[in-house]
């Protein structure tokens, strides 16, 4: 049980484009959905906070126009990459914690996203 | 919030040597785990630890959260171990946050 899926697991996109990544639950309902971005040979930094059917809260220095996040069901968040620069180009992995816990979160296979 | 430090930043072993990896963090949680990325960038969950001690086969970890930190312990280390090592802590509510890691080799 606990499975959270991501699709797609890879895109090359051109820049100035737009990109969207789905994170899925497949076997439980998540309230809240968290969305981490991870560079080359660093750790994962969490990027913002989705709360179904609420507006997301992104962290410092995250561009909350650039990165749209829409959590529009209890098994569903997008992130949509929009104007795609080649700095945007990382590896993008969402959690989910289900609904009625506080604490628990489990991890999707993450997105590798390439912006040429 | 919450700041996690985790120790060696690098680790290199021999086959068959034990080791431990260190995690510091800066405020009461409710929620550690420790994971490990593969190559294909999966966290493979190790241990769900906010307190006390847990074995799974080779690995088994320790969290004393009064003092907080949490030791993950490899013994008789094998090359499938290599890899990255993330702690990452969390309060009620609130998302994990990670650790920078611990890289492990393991040579044959």
């Known amino acids: 049980g606990a499975v959270v899926s991501q699709h797609p697991s890879w895109v090359i996109c051109k820049s100035g484009t737009s990109v969207k990544i789905e994170c899925r639950s497949l076997?439980?309902?998540?309230?809240?959905m968290f969305w981490y971005r991870q560079f080359p040979k660093q750790s994962l930094m969490l990027m913002a906070t989705?709360?179904?059917?609420?507006?997301?809260?992104?962290e410092q220095g995250v561009e909350k126009d650039k990165f749209l996040i829409n959590h529009a069901s209890l098994t569903l968040s997008t992130l949509t990459v929009t104007s795609a620069h080649p700095e945007d180009s990382s590896f993008y992995i969402c959690s989910a914690s289900p609904t009625g816990s506080s604490y628990e979160q489990y991890f999707g296979p993450g997105t590798r996203l390439t912006v040429t | 919030g919450i700041q996690v430090e985790q120790s060696p930043p690098d680790l290199i072993l021999q086959e068959g040597a034990n080791s431990t990896l260190r995690c510091n963090f800066s405020?009461?949680?409710?929620?550690l785990q420790w994971f490990h990325q593969n190559p294909w960038g999966q966290l493979i969950n190790l241990f769900y630890i906010p307190s006390g001690t847990k074995q799974n086969g080779r690995l088994s970890a320790t969290t004393v959260a009064t003092e907080r930190y949490s030791l993950l312990y490899i013994s008789s280390s094998q090359t499938t171990d290599s890899g990255v090592y993330f702690c990452?802590?969390?309060?009620?509510?609130?998302?994990?946050?990670f650790g920078k890691g611990t890289t492990l080799s393991v040579s044959s």
């Open positions: 989705s709360n179904e059917g609420s507006k997301a809260t992104y």
């Open positions: 076997d439980f309902q998540a309230t809240t």
């Open positions: 990452a802590a969390n309060q009620a509510g609130t998302a994990l946050i």
């Open positions: 405020d009461s949680v409710n929620n």
